[in-house]
């Protein structure tokens, strides 16, 4: 059984034992106790023997029967309090195993959230999170599963196995090894049927996932399914889904009804070679009526635990190719690392320079070892305090990700990136996040109050400053639309809000850390008209007093900034006021040019 | 237990669910309940073998010295033989169990996609998204989990008044004392199961929690970042990840409790038999044989003992889901809106109308008006006026609280503000299953201006949405747009369906549809001032008032509100855009 599939569940599961030491802790015990506990189930078939050989002697012929009642007392009382001790022993490895294996699994959860929060946000991407939040969720699920069932079947059913095979020997060692004999292809048998079950309950999971997806889409879709008269086209979509279903779901338990019964013909075999050869023998070679009984017990509880055994193999699978995804999380680099030598930094009058700055993203695994094409190249700059700063470029030019880069979000590939003299990667993330604030082009919103999602960045602060925070950037008007003031409750992700009133809770909650320099990621979708005025209101009140980097998708956004840095194909090609760069041939002309035509055939 | 006071109340609920159930495919359900009986009766067989194996055969053996060839064939014969045939009746009994489970859940899950399919969008609407899919999912599921261990249960309970027959009348005193186990043990099971099952059930609630919060949490973790709380975060899901630890502890502790009784009750129970035999067997009652075969036959069936109290402890939860199914079946269907329309093929009118989700909130009273035929009209007003539940009652997807409408019976086109697209081709998502040809289809896909079409990997015939490729939000809008306008629609009716594309694109969209759908009354809610000036007349929504349709001009000299929403639009564009 040694082939690499099995040295590699070896590894995963060394490598996850060093991640969470503690796993191993108290194992050893564990272990004894468990032993003790299975040798519990030998005593009844022990028990039997003894009583037979021993107690209820009877002569030739069995007319008459001497029967030793003490003897048989002396040796059910033994068999008693030792049974007690088993079961205690048991209950105690198994809540052991239980206990320590949650606050083990527990320990990597926290472990996660911690390595997962500092992971750069090209890691967290819209197709990743989902994955992200199940090796948090199911795939430490998987690992729970196996310690509570499968690694406590291995625990408790392996030490049957050693205990019944141990007592089996000692009876009578040739009959033990042909029942070990006979019962060794078992096991190759079992193992044909369940990897054919693994395949067909895969095939079921994947129907029923089918089955969910189509019925979810009969859900949410039935508006657009009314607006088209299509229900019943898509309604039997999902009934064929659900017949796929069904015809999996029936496949999969015809398999399964093949395992059990192939135990139980193996241990008719078994004990009727054990029953044939034990006949033949006879008492010649020292064997006893009551140690054959005894014996055809024995192999009954012997063949008991292999059936269970293989199938805990399933789960083994599962839960090492969890622990595998959880150690590949673990293992991606964290985002930008902390400052080693922190510089503090003087929080007034920040000026910022950036020079010689590229960036390419790293290849992600599986895709081609060549590097990434450069998103940014060669970017140099200085923007002094309080300058108001637009970047603009296409789609893809690179300014969303030199505005990470300034956020420090992600560390440039090289050049470097400075505030007040000292490198981004210099300061200390607390202080960094007091400095430089990001309002992104989707603020995300918690499903919470107005209030706990401007405390997120200020634990601290009371009502009455949260509320003075609104009319510090002139948004009181709004603020007294409010439903329920700071207890509105914004929905999911802020579903209860327009796009536009999600950006207003976004910019009095950057105010709130009252920030030297300010990073916009201007939204691309349209705001109502009265919404629009009170962002911009909003805007330029938060704009005096600190530097603001815009990155602009609106012409008119930078055509009111101090200065405009175009982006084009990552390089910085033109660095200007609005309407020295209208005037030069350029890019930036261009691009005006092509928006002004757009907006001219509107009106 | 609440709520089912009885246990005669509670059994006859039982009874009920199980013959309900049953119903849906009895034939199936009685073959796996025939494997069942056989193989109740070949275990009880069984025992009694081991019993004449013992006896007659081994202890003979011994006693005497004479090996019979005959014999010993014959004890082999018989035991290979009876557990060839207990192996076929398990494959029936759990092959055919299998088959009527999945058979019934397949009719339940059929049951309730026909109410999906058939109640409307506002009944849809009041129901929350979850709580329908729960009912075609997890509550099929609950409902049919119980008919698995049922012909097994069945078979057991069969097995035990046999061997109870069979115990008692070997020996009366051991036999009462063995079958007098039983009960304890079920109850045992019972309470084990709900004892456990109650910190499994807290642990999975609190797991529920805290994948909801590690989701929000990693899905903000721009604004996490940007604050700079990571540490907090992670501190703040450590709490809940603390509460899914404990309860597993709980239920771990309970269960190794119960799971060490459970192994201590029957052994202890064995030991006394022996201890008890051993009185009968001096007095010439009972033979070792027997008393082996006693014991064999009380091991026996302690296992399935286990599977009662698992079947017995799924009932309260195959109830609820059964029940819950049920409910929804029995909801009347609501009637369609658009059943309720008066056909004219040149008039889209609304006479008298109420408009609003319900009577308690209606958001318009008594509107008149009337969309001239192939016109096209922008609806314009501040967000979360009614606009969009205006365009829905029109196009018969919301109902009216009152009044009438009257419209073409050829088709009305929806677009939704949220584009939907299902997991499929292309061309299923803008055919929606009706028939129309390629040239249809790219004539459609055309005036979207979803010519992008061309360059996915399989053209139309690519899967897209969730499982598919992945389309930008735009696209996707485009491709709902196509499936407006492939049927040609007496009146389609655009629900700020372009403020997705880029300005020019939604330009380009609007123009293709005004000049290819000539025939086409258009009436779109509009968010870009772009949209107005392409309109023939204009809807104007100020708070629960409607203006018009009338034209941009004389809204303009006759509205104050219309003036003042006019000047905001241009206000942040004012200084560019008079050069």
Not at chain 1, 106 to 122: A, C, K, N, P
Not at chain 1, 407 to 415: I, Q, V
Not at chain 2, 254 to 283: H, K, Y
Not at chain 2, 445 to 461: K, R, T, W, Y
Request: hydrophobic content about 45%; some cysteine; glycine content about 8%.
């Amino acid at each position: 059984m040694t082939d690499p599939q099995v040295a590699g569940a070896i590894e995963t599961l060394n490598q996850g034992v060093r991640a969470v030491p503690s796993l191993r802790q108290g194992i050893g015990f564990t272990l004894v106790l468990a032993m003790i506990g299975a040798s519990g189930r030998v005593v009844v078939p022990v028990v039997i023997q003894q009583a037979i050989d021993h107690g209820l002697h009877r002569s030739v012929q069995g007319t008459t029967q001497t029967v030793d009642i003490s003897l048989v007392i002396k040796l059910c009382l033994g068999a008693a309090i030792y049974l007690l001790i088993a079961s205690v022993a048991q209950r105690t490895a198994v809540s052991r195993l239980g206990r320590r294996s949650e606050s083990a699994l527990y320990e990597l959860r926290v472990q996660l959230f911690q390595h997962i929060h500092q992971l750069s946000l090209e890691d967290h991407n819209d197709e990743q999170r989902g994955s992200l939040v199940s090796r948090v969720t199911s795939d430490v699920e998987t690992l729970s599963q196996f310690f509570s069932w499968g690694g406590l079947a291995y625990l408790l059913n392996g030490a049957l196995m050693i205990i019944v095979a141990g007592v089996m020997l000692v009876y009578d060692w040739p009959l033990a090894l042909l029942v070990i004999f006979i019962s060794a292809p078992l096991v190759y048998v079992l193992r044909r049927v369940q990897s054919r079950l693994i395949a067909a309950y895969d095939a079921s999971r994947l129907a029923n996932a089918h089955l969910l997806g189509s019925t979810a889409e009969l859900v949410t879709g039935a508006e657009t399914l009314h607006a088209y008269s299509a229900g019943h086209i898509f309604g039997q979509r999902v009934k064929k889904a659900s017949k796929v279903r069904g015809d999996a779901q029936t496949k999969a338990t015809l398999i399964g009804a093949l395992l059990f019964p192939s135990g139980e013909i193996f241990g008719a075999m078994a004990v009727s070679t054990v029953v044939f050869v034990g006949l033949w023998r006879g008492s010649g070679s020292g064997l006893t009526a009551g140690a054959l009984v005894g014996f055809i017990f024995l192999t009954y509880r012997f063949l008991e635990p292999i059936a269970e055994l293989t199938e805990v193999l399933d789960q083994t699978q599962t839960a090492v190719s969890g622990m595998r995804r959880i150690l590949g999380i673990l293992a991606i680099p964290v985002g930008p690392t902390a400052a080693v030598f922190p510089i503090a930094v003087d929080t007034q009058r920040l000026d910022i320079k950036i020079d010689n700055v590229s960036f390419s993203y790293r290849p992600r695994d599986g895709e081609s070892d060549i590097e990434n094409a450069p998103v940014l190249r060669g970017i140099s700059c200085e923007i002094p305090f309080g300058t108001q700063v637009a970047i603009v470029g296409e789609t893809g030019s690179g300014k969303t990700t030199l505005g990470r880069l300034l956020a420090r979000f992600s560390d440039p590939t090289s050049g470097v990136i400075a505030i007040g003299g000292v490198s981004l990667n210099r300061i200390e993330n607390e202080s960094l996040r007091k400095i430089v604030v990001v309002v992104p082009q989707e603020p995300f919103l918690f499903s919470d109050t107005i209030a706990s999602n401007l405390r997120f960045v200020m634990p601290q602060a009371s009502d009455q400053q949260l509320i003075d925070a609104f009319t510090n950037i002139d948004l009181q008007d709004w603020f007294e639309t409010l439903p329920a003031g700071l207890e509105t409750l914004v929905g999911q992700r802020g579903s209860q809000l327009s796009a536009g009133e999600r950006q207003l809770v976004a910019l009095v909650r950057a105010s709130l850390v009252n920030p030297s320099i300010l990073i916009l990621d201007e939204a691309t979708s349209s705001v109502d008209a009265s919404t629009e005025v009170r962002l911009t209101r909003a805007l330029d009140r938060l704009s005096l007093g600190r530097s603001t980097i815009s990155i602009a998708h609106r012409l008119s956004t930078a055509a009111r900034a101090d200065r405009v840095l175009v982006l084009d194909a990552g390089v910085l090609v033109q660095d200007g006021p609005h309407d020295q760069l209208v005037k030069t041939p350029g890019v930036y002309s261009e691009m005006y040019k092509s928006w002004e035509s757009s907006h001219n055939t509107a009106e | 237990m609440h709520g089912h006071p009885t246990s005669s109340g509670r059994f006859r609920r039982a009874t009920t669910l199980i013959r309900s159930l049953v119903a849906y495919h009895p034939g199936l359900f009685a073959i796996s309940m025939s494997g069942a009986a056989v193989f109740a009766v070949c275990t009880v067989g069984s025992s009694w073998l081991l019993r004449w194996i013992i006896d007659e055969v081994i202890i003979r053996r011994f006693d005497t010295d004479t090996f019979s060839i005959s014999q010993t064939f014959t004890a082999v014969g018989l035991l290979i033989g009876l557990s060839l045939i207990r192996a076929c009746g398990v494959i029936v009994r759990r092959s055919f169990a299998g088959r009527a489970q999945w058979r019934t859940a397949q009719s339940l899950t059929d049951e309730v996609v026909d109410v999906f399919v058939h109640q409307p969008p506002q009944w849809h609407r009041r129901q929350s998204t979850g709580d329908l899919l729960t009912r075609a999912g997890v509550d099929v599921e609950a409902s049919v989990a119980v008919m698995a261990p049922l012909p097994y249960a069945s078979s057991v309970i069969l097995m035990m008044l046999i061997a109870a027959v069979g115990l008692i009348s070997t020996d009366i005193a051991l036999g009462l004392a063995a079958t007098a186990v039983f009960p304890i043990l079920i109850g045992l099971n019972v309470l084990y199961q709900r004892r456990v099952d109650k910190w499994f059930d807290i642990a999975q609630g609190e797991l529920g929690v805290l994948s909801a919060a590690v989701h929000e949490s990693f899905e903000g973790v721009t604004v996490v970042k940007a604050f700079g709380a990571e540490n907090r975060e992670t501190e703040r899901l450590a709490v809940i990840a603390s509460r899914v630890q404990s309860a597993r502890i709980e239920a771990i502790r309970l269960r190794s409790l119960f799971e060490a009784a459970l192994d201590f009750v029957p052994n202890l129970t064995n030991i006394c038999l022996v201890v008890g035999g051993a009185f009968q067997v001096r007095s010439g009652d009972l033979s070792v044989g027997e008393l082996a075969s006693f014991i064999y036959m009380f091991t026996l069936l302690v296992f399935p003992l286990r599977l009662i109290g698992y079947a017995l402890s799924e009932m309260p939860r195959s109830q609820a889901g059964f029940d819950r199914i049920q409910n929804l079946r029995q909801s009347p269907i609501i009637n369609n809106p658009r059943t309720q329309f008066v056909h004219d093929n040149d008039v889209l009118a609304l006479y008298s109308a109420s408009i609003g989700y319900d009577t308690d909130s209606v958001l318009f009273r008594d509107v008149t008006a009337s969309f001239s035929p192939q016109s096209f009209t922008a609806i314009v007003g501040y967000t979360g006026c009614g606009k969009s539940t205006f365009v829905q009652s029109l196009a018969g997807i919301t109902p009216l609280l009152a009044g009438s409408i009257k419209a073409p019976r050829q088709h009305i086109s929806f677009v939704f503000q949220e584009p939907f697209l299902f997991g499929t081709s292309v061309r299923d998502n803008v055919c929606m299953g009706h028939e129309f040809s390629d040239d249809d289809l790219w004539w459609a896909l055309n005036i979207a201006e979803a010519d992008f079409v061309h360059d996915l990997p399989q053209g139309v015939d690519t899967i897209i949405g969730e499982r598919g490729v992945g389309l930008s939000g735009g696209q996707r809008q485009r491709i709902a747009l196509a499936r407006a306008v492939i049927h040609r629609p007496k009146v389609l009716i655009l629900d700020d369906t372009t403020s997705a594309l880029d300005p020019n694109t939604e330009i380009k969209v609007l123009r293709s549809i005004k000049m290819k759908l000539p025939e086409s009354t258009v009436i779109a809610v509009a968010s870009r001032p772009s949209l107005f000036g392409m309109a023939d007349q204009i809807m104007f929504f100020d708070q629960s008032a409607i203006y018009g349709p009338t034209t941009h001009i004389e809204l303009l000299i006759q509205n104050e509100a219309y003036r003042s929403l006019m000047q905001a639009y241009e206000k942040p564009s004012d200084t560019e855009d008079k050069s």
